[in-house]
C-alpha cells in the first residue's frame, strides 16, 4: 500500500470554550500530543516519530501526520474502523483507544476521530461508542526466558531493547540503564536468550509491559556427560520391552503399514 496521510482530531470543551490550534489549555494539548505519539509507534516503534513531521489543523484540534506506509499501524487502523473490539491490536495502540474511550465517557467527553484516505470511514471514539477488549481476553503476570534477534537497543529518556522473535512479531521491552550498560557483549543483531517479566495473554500469546531483567547466556554445544547420563537412564527404562518399535506402534493404535 503507498503511503498514508493520517489526520488524528481531539473535540474537547470541558475547559469552557471548544479548544482550537489558536487556544487550548497546555494540559489537554502535552496529553493529546503524548496520546498520539505512543500510537503511532505502537508496540515495536512502527513509526519514528522523533523525525515525523505533523501540521496542526483546525478541527478542534487535529494533527496531521506526514504519510506513513508502515504495515503495522495501517492494518491496526483496518481493524479499528471495522470493529470496537480491540483484540488483534497492539498493545500499546490499545492502551491509547483505551484511555480515549474512558475520557469519552468522563467528565471531559472527548471525541476523537482518526481519518485516512484508505479507511472506509472515519474512526470515531465518543460516549456513544464502546471499543473495549472482548470479555475472554485475559492478561497474566509471567517471569519468562525468551529468545529473538536484538534489532535496537538504548534510548535516552525511555532505555529499551527491540526484540525480532522467531515468530517474526517484534517485541519491545523496557530496560534499566544499568543492564543496557553493564552488557559486555555486542548483542546488535545476532541472537540472544533474555530474561523479562511482563503481561501475557493467555488468549493471544501477546506481551505487553515487558522489562528485560537481564541477558542469560545459552550454551547449546552438546554436554557428553548429559548424553551419556540421559542414555543410560532410556536403556534401563526400556530394558524390559523386546521390541521398542512394536510398544510405540501399539501405543498409537497398532495401525501398520
Not at 129 to 138: E, K, L, S, V
Not at 194 to 219: C, G, K, P, Q, S
Amino acid at each position: 500500500m503507498e503511503a498514508q496521510a493520517l489526520l488524528i482530531v481531539l473535540h474537547d470543551g470541558s475547559a469552557g470554550y471548544e479548544i482550537t490550534p489558536d487556544r487550548v489549555p497546555l494540559s489537554a494539548l502535552r496529553s493529546f500530543a503524548k496520546d498520539v505519539d505512543e500510537f503511532l509507534r505502537g508496540d515495536g516503534n512502527d513509526v519514528d516519530t522523533s523525525s515525523l513531521d505533523v501540521a496542526v489543523v483546525k478541527g478542534s484540534l487535529g494533527l496531521r501526520t506526514a504519510p506513513t506506509a508502515n504495515p503495522a499501524l495501517l492494518g491496526d487502523l483496518r481493524k479499528l474502523v471495522d470493529s470496537e473490539l480491540l483484540d488483534g491490536i497492539g498493545s500499546k495502540r490499545r492502551a491509547v483507544i483505551e484511555r480515549w474511550q474512558k475520557a469519552a465517557r468522563g467528565a471531559r467527553h472527548i471525541r476523537i476521530e482518526i481519518k485516512a484516505d484508505f479507511l472506509t470511514g472515519p474512526i470515531k471514539i465518543s460516549a456513544e461508542t464502546d471499543y473495549r477488549t472482548d470479555d475472554a481476553d485475559q492478561w497474566v503476570r509471567v517471569e519468562r526466558y525468551v529468545r529473538g534477534e536484538i534489532e535496537d537497543m538504548g534510548g535516552h529518556a525511555r532505555p529499551n531493547a527491540h526484540i525480532r522473535l522467531p515468530d517474526g512479531k517484534a517485541l519491545l521491552v523496557d530496560a534499566s540503564r544499568e543492564v543496557l550498560r553493564d552488557e559486555k557483549s555486542n548483542r546488535l543483531y545476532k541472537q540472544a536468550m533474555v530474561r523479562i517479566v511482563a503481561e501475557y495473554n493467555v488468549m493471544t500469546r501477546e506481551y505487553r509491559n515487558a522489562r528485560l531483567l537481564e541477558f542469560v547466556e545459552h550454551d547449546r554445544r552438546l554436554d557428553e556427560k548429559d548424553l551419556d547420563r540421559l542414555t543410560q537412564r532410556g536403556t534401563k527404562a526400556w530394558r524390559d520391552v523386546a521390541d521398542a518399535g512394536a510398544w510405540v506402534d501399539n501405543l498409537r493404535g497398532g495401525r501398520e503399514d
